[in-house]
């Protein structure tokens, strides 16, 4: 059976922390992504990943980066937590040449 | 800028019948569209996509319909069920990586 494990559901951070959220798939997937995901807002790309070592900006990237040292791992990190980073992360990942992404059940991360 | 729209937060319907959940995307370069339920404290999964190179792909219960005159897409469940209940996603992508997602809507089918 195939998985992304996310390694919180929940978090709670506070203002101007340093977070880790982590993502790892089992499935030897070339793709990982970061989403995050709002009430009226969907989801909404953040950072994704074609291989090992690259990073590419999505939509909403202001206040995070990426890190991704092997090819299952795909690390999101809020690099001053605030506020408006409270919200539902979601990592997913896909095969090359396919769209079709398989997801983690998510971190619900609150900043207070 | 919103380019995948999803304009009904909400839907009820009851069990047995038709659930119709509309989606409009505004690029006209997107070629691959997708559907992904999503249930409470769960990620999303995969429920079935089309290439821009047909208008309808059938799954079961499920059937996509895409028309790319219209920039808009549609899914169909037939007949409803109770566990489909859940926030359906519209999403698109040019190209096979980076995918654009719709603002959801979530549909309740009523036993």
């Known amino acids: 059976d195939v998985k992304v494990t996310q390694s919180s559901r929940y978090l709670v951070k506070r203002t101007g922390e340093k977070v880790f959220l982590e993502c790892v798939q089992d499935m030897d997937h070339e793709n990982m992504f970061w989403y995050r995901q709002d009430p009226g807002l969907g989801l909404r790309l953040i950072y994704f990943s074609y291989d090992v070592k690259m990073k590419e900006k999505g939509d909403i990237p202001e206040g995070y980066s990426v890190s991704r040292e092997k090819k299952e791992r795909f690390s999101l990190i809020l690099e001053s937590a605030s506020t408006n980073q409270t919200s539902m992360y979601l990592c997913a990942s896909s095969t090359l040449g396919l769209t079709e992404a398989f997801f983690g059940q998510g971190t619900r991360l609150t900043v207070v | 800028d919103q380019q995948v729209k999803q304009n009904s937060p909400s839907l009820s319907v009851q069990e047995g019948r038709i659930s119709i959940l509309n989606c409009d995307y505004t690029?006209?370069?997107?070629?691959?569209f997708l559907w992904y339920k999503k249930y409470p404290a769960e990620g999303p999964t995969f429920l079935i996509s089309i290439s821009s190179i047909k208008d309808k792909n059938e799954d079961g219960r499920f059937t996509v319909f895409l028309n790319k005159s219209a920039k808009h897409l549609s899914l169909h469940i037939v007949p409803s069920q109770p566990g489909d209940s859940a926030v359906y996603f519209c999403?698109?992508?040019?190209?096979?990586?980076?995918?654009?997602f719709g603002t959801g809507t979530k549909l309740q089918v009523i036993p």
């Open positions: 999403a698109a992508s040019q190209g096979y990586q980076k995918v654009t």
């Open positions: 690029n006209s370069m997107f070629d691959y």
